[in-house]
């Protein structure tokens, strides 16, 4: 047995190291060179996109049977933080189709669906996205007014998906290749019940409505608007059974916002390293910068908070099964932390950087408005915050622990 003192929370296997170490070097070599041109063209890179495929990234947590790589929540952890570390717009696009279509599928998608759709969007061959929240309905998912109704052998879907990552591949509107639609089939006992669906690119009834433009950050990914008029979508694409969708939605929660969290520790740990660089070297009175009280408290607070989000998010990872659910606890409580966490230590950066740290040749300024979409995507700082509070509610002992 390994002893515990020498157990390496970050990177528990060689597996998991070999794979920093490959994310490491991609993400300098082929990722950091196109973030600041892609962020400000406020373009999706496409043909970079597909390289992760290559490297096996696409279906990180999907079975090997379905071409993916068999891997754990902290490998997921991993990628993400690695990619934010230079890139939180183009990780963004990654966890959209890795995390929000791919792992739910492969949990929840039945035999057939996984086989005929896995290989594609695990080879890059096909981008997919997921689609829950609409032009006016977001938190308040049961809300929805997409509405799906079986006639004969199909489904006839209808209704609008709103801020959908990877919803269109390029400037002309065109669709991605597969989504993930949630929509009501119906109600039982008075509640609504909330199916899902794979829709394809070419079925009938189904467009892009517009590219959303002009955002504050995640300027390397895509976001549309996503049309379902009388979309035709065969029964075949229905995953699991009517009203099951609620189960899934949840558990695959808990993958997306351990993900998010870590996209927001790869935008501390970048922050951190370039305002301490800068300290260094940046002179002012005749000193250091990192001589004076005010960098000192910037940087170490940003270091020490950063620290401790970082072995949450991990030990987050390492008790979460991804194969279960029942960690919204933990995967709430990752993301409430460590989103806002990063948030702060850019914006630090942007002051012990000043003039400098206000213009894009020195990063933390994109870093900063990446940052703060991480506090609304994947659940609201306030949907954290009631969430936590309702579980602690029902189970009080984790607290005696």
Not at 88 to 117: C, D, I
Not at 257 to 283: P, V
């Amino acid at each position: 047995m390994t002893h515990y003192k020498s157990y390496d929370l970050y990177n528990p296997t060689e597996e998991h190291k070999m794979l920093r170490e490959t994310l490491a070097q991609f993400t300098q070599s082929e990722v950091e060179p196109q973030a600041h041109e892609y962020d400000r063209k406020e373009n999706f890179n496409l043909d970079l996109f597909k390289k992760t495929a290559e490297l096996g990234l696409m279906g990180i947590t999907v079975p090997e049977e379905y071409g993916g790589a068999g891997m754990d929540a902290t490998a997921a952890v991993i990628v993400h933080e690695e990619l934010s570390s230079s890139d939180p717009g183009f990780a963004l696009a990654y966890l959209a189709h890795s995390m929000l279509l791919v792992n739910n599928l492969a949990q929840n998608g039945s035999e057939e669906q996984k086989k005929k759709y896995l290989p594609k969007v695990c080879s890059g061959e096909w981008i997919g996205a997921m689609g829950m929240s609409e032009p006016h309905v977001g938190t308040d998912v049961l809300g929805m007014t997409s509405t799906a109704e079986k006639k004969g052998d199909k489904y006839i879907l209808n209704g609008r998906k709103m801020w959908i990552t990877n919803g269109t591949i390029d400037e002309n509107k065109t669709p991605c290749d597969l989504v993930l639609v949630y929509a009501k089939t119906g109600e039982k006992n008075g509640r609504p019940l909330v199916s899902s669906f794979l829709v394809e690119k070419g079925m009938k009834g189904f467009y892009v409505g517009q590219k959303i433009k002009d955002k504050l950050g995640m300027r390397a990914s895509n976001t549309a608007e996503l049309v379902f008029e009388n979309c035709e979508v065969p029964v075949a694409n229905l995953i699991g059974h009517e009203g099951d969708s609620m189960i899934h939605m949840m558990k695959n929660l808990e993958i997306e916002r351990l993900t998010l969290a870590a996209m927001a520790l790869g935008i501390a740990r970048r922050s951190i390293q370039i305002m301490n660089k800068y300290a260094i070297e940046r002179e002012a009175f005749g000193k250091s910068l990192n001589f004076f009280g005010q960098i000192q408290k910037h940087i170490g607070d940003s270091y020490a908070e950063y620290k401790a989000a970082k072995a949450y998010v991990y030990e987050t990872a390492r008790n979460l099964d991804i194969n279960k659910e029942g960690n919204r606890l933990d995967s709430d409580g990752v993301k409430l932390v460590a989103t806002t966490m990063s948030k702060n230590v850019a914006d630090r950066a942007i002051q012990v950087l000043g003039g400098y740290g206000y213009v894009g040749e020195y990063v933390v300024e994109r870093l900063w408005r990446d940052a703060k979409l991480l506090e609304i995507g994947g659940g609201t700082l306030e949907a954290h915050q009631k969430n936590i509070t309702r579980d602690l509610v029902k189970n009080p002992s984790v607290l005696n622990v």
